[in-house]
C-alpha cells in the first residue's frame, strides 16, 4: 500500500513563489520502485472541481494554467515529488492533491490515480 504525504502549502502574496513537496512511501505494485510511478499534482479551489495542475511520468504535462510558473520534478530516489510554483496569482488558491498511479505514462485523469495525498491548502492573497 501506497502512502503520500505532501506538505508546503501557506499564505503568499500575489508574485511569490511556493514549493510543495509530496514524499512516496510504502508496498509499490510488484515490488517497483516509483520511478516506474507517474504522478502528479491536481487541484481544488473553492465551489469548483478538482482539476489536473502537473504530471510527471514519461515526461511532463502542465495544464495551461499554470504553464511557464510551474515546475514539477522529482528528486534522484524519485520518491519526492515536488511542485515549484512562481508568480502565485490569486486564481491559484486551492487546496492541491499529489497523486501516484502504477504506471509510467503521464495522465491528466484523476480516475487513473489509485493514490492521493492529503490536501495542501495554498491561498494567494492580492
Known amino acids: 500500500h501506497v502512502q503520500l504525504v505532501g506538505s508546503g502549502g501557506g499564505l503568499v502574496q500575489a508574485g511569490d513563489s511556493l514549493r510543495l513537496s509530496c514524499v512516496a512511501s510504502g508496498r509499490t505494485y510488484s515490488g517497483r520502485t516509483f520511478s516506474s510511478y507517474a504522478m502528479g499534482w491536481f487541484r481544488q479551489a473553492p465551489g469548483k472541481e478538482r482539476e489536473f495542475v502537473a504530471g510527471?511520468?514519461?515526461?511532463?504535462d502542465y495544464a495551461d494554467s499554470v504553464k511557464g510558473r510551474c515546475l514539477i520534478s522529482r528528486d534522484k530516489s524519485e520518491s519526492t515529488l515536488s511542485l515549484q510554483m512562481n508568480n502565485l496569482k490569486p486564481d491559484d488558491t486551492a487546496v492541491y492533491y499529489c497523486a501516484a498511479r502504477q504506471w509510467y505514462w503521464n495522465s491528466r485523469r484523476q480516475s487513473e490515480y489509485e493514490y492521493w495525498g492529503q490536501g495542501i491548502e495554498v491561498t494567494v492573497s492580492s
Open positions: 510527471i511520468g514519461n515526461g511532463t
